[in-house]
């Protein structure tokens, strides 16, 4: 935090949105602004996931959390006004969000002067798309409302001039206060510049309530502010501000005067809607209705690797299970080993059966034969394998279809990923530039390798993987996991979830544990995943040349990963590649402390209720265990470490987001 900069209090209030609220937050914490406290203002919320949620962030230093009976939009804002620190004040509502450099910019535009106010003009997403450039001009704005909401002020102005007007149950409370401000010399500045990212509702800006009762607001706020509306007084104004940017011609706003006095008042609501159609917002949004116009994405046609169990493939089922009105189809070219996610039922399902780490021209046309049978409107491709083969089949059509790359590897070492791979991973830099809309990353850090390997940085963009929040895959196993024993023991019980492959890094674990035994420590260590049980003899062979086979118990793919956490006190992820493991979320949620290697984004991850070591560093790991060893064995610091693990999971809050990322990039294709 800069305390040089002045402290911005952005005050948001709530009504049962949960579903955004996350999203609003994460874009007030990523501001470059970085004097910032955020006052969320609950008016009487009722829905269950919005309590939750500000349940979780009261326990945010960073955020103050006021709960009031449900009073209205005004009566909230008011409230945060009255609670805030801050020498500026900024208003978002609870589903709209704001790009990064928007209250730097803001703050740079009125910080030398306080008798104004800034905004920035307005981005549409959601039922409607488009861009509305807004402009300041204080006699159009008597008229109609030009200016957003979400405004930066001078907090003198509510100390000198009032805060929202809580009469105004109907809406417009922010048109009315800015007529007030501009009626004593209190202007606003915009800033052309689309940073404020307005949410409009699946029943459209001109069917609210506001709109609906548009001429009784209007009736209110003229007889409110007679003294402006007198014919001298909007003449002093009008050639004041006649020469000033306006959305609309000045000399409509006469006409309209007139209109308002000789219409009958039971048709002026609806004169007054037909107005607004033409207004600046409908205009506009016309305008940018051909640039913007896309079609409805509502079929998926997903190509990935293989359906074992992994990150990707979890993360696959998850994204199927949280949007069901979508449509997916799932291509896997891998044959099904035995233990395989379980797709839900009413998803299409082809297996092409192909041999690991081989494609030849009969494979390639079987795919594209079956890509042409699936009807589909994008194609999502899932790891290098899957990548590179959808793109084959881009240059061989006629009809191209927009396709997203996901990626979730992090290591672009040879010797990890092997040659066969990493071939493909150089071909896939080059398809980069010509074939996928855009490619979708699992980690920050995974991103960023790969834009430094060669791939294109413009269509790069980091989607988080969602997370399940139930932990019953399909996993087939007659293992039985261990109850934990109760009685106070010096012995650590230790779990590693991770199916057997290089990347892993199993085997440099149990080295450090063997010398780790060697020293005396007590620990049982119980292995779960694909191929981790008795018929893996590379595996097998190393545990019994070590003499661990008393301390190691391997599990094979585990139906129960909650019951795995439940019974296991520390989490191990000795990975020498990851991208964002949710192995490491899958342990959070059930309060279980990880200590991991230093790969992808782990160390964002484990900021809480976890240990770090350098990634295939065995003094680092070993460091790190006694470090973990002797807090196990102090009760009360122990427990404190599982409470902060739960702490820093939120659910919901990181699903929230991820979805709505990836929501809205399907409505920019």
Known sequence: MNSKLPLISVIIPCYNSGNFLSRTIESVFDQTYENIEIIIVNDGSTDFDTKKLLKFYEKDKRIKVIHQKNKGLSSARNEGIRRSLGSYIYFLDSDDWIDRACLKDLYEKIKHNPNYFSYSSINLIG???????????????????QIPYSCLYHYSIFSRFGGFDEKMKLGFEDWEMHIRLGSNKIYGLSLNKFYFNYNVSKQGMLQSTSLKNYYQIFKYIRKKHKHVYKFKNLLKIYMKFKKKR???????????????????????????????????????EKKYKKKFQRFEVSKILHVITSSDIGGAEKALLTLIKSTPSLKHTII???????????????????NLAMKPKTINFFQIIKL?????????????SWLYHSDFLVSIYYLLS???????????????????????????????RILSHKIPFKIIFAS??????????????EISKFIPPLISE?????????????????KKTKQIILGCLARWDIQKNQLFLLDCLYELKQEGFDFILLMAGTKIDKDNKKLNNFIKLKKLDKFVRLLGPIKRVDKFFKTIDLNILPSLSESFPLVIHEAQYYSTPSLASNVGDISQMLKLGGWIFESNNKKSFKIKF???????LNNDLWKKKCLETNKSFALKIHNNKSLNSYLQLLKTI
């Not at 039922?127 to 409302?145: A, H, I, P, R, V």
């Not at 070219?333 to 082809?350: A, F, H, I, M």
């Not at 139930?470 to 109760?486: A, G, M, P, Q, R």
């Open 368 to 380: 594209i034969s079956l890509i042409h049978r699936v009807k589909f409107d994008i194609i999502q």
């Open 127 to 145: 039922s409607k798309d488009g861009k509305l450039k807004k402009y300041y001009n204080f006699f159009e704005e008597l008229f109609t409302n």
């Open 444 to 457: 920050k850090s995974a991103m960023k390798k790969h834009i430094d390997f060669g791939y294109k940085q």
């Open 398 to 428: 006629i009809k191209k279809k927009k396709i997203l790359w996901t990626i979730h590897n992090n290591n672009l070492d040879p010797k990890i990923l092997g040659i066969y791979t990493y071939f493909l991973v150089f071909l896939c």
């Open 626 to 632: 006694k470090s973990v060893y002797e807090t196990f």
């Open 470 to 486: 139930k932990t019953d895959l399909e996993y087939e196993s007659k293992k039985t996991i261990f109850v934990k024993n109760k």
């Open 246 to 284: 306006s959305t609309n011609n000045l000399y409509f706003y006469f006409l309209y005067i007139i209109y308002i006095n000789i219409i009958p008042i039971k048709f002026l609501n609806y004169f007054l809607n037909i107005i607004l159609k033409f207004s600046h917002s409908k205009r506009v």
């Open 332 to 350: 896997s070219l891998k044959y099904r080993e035995k233990n395989y996610v379980s797709y839900p039922d009413n998803v299409e399902y082809y």
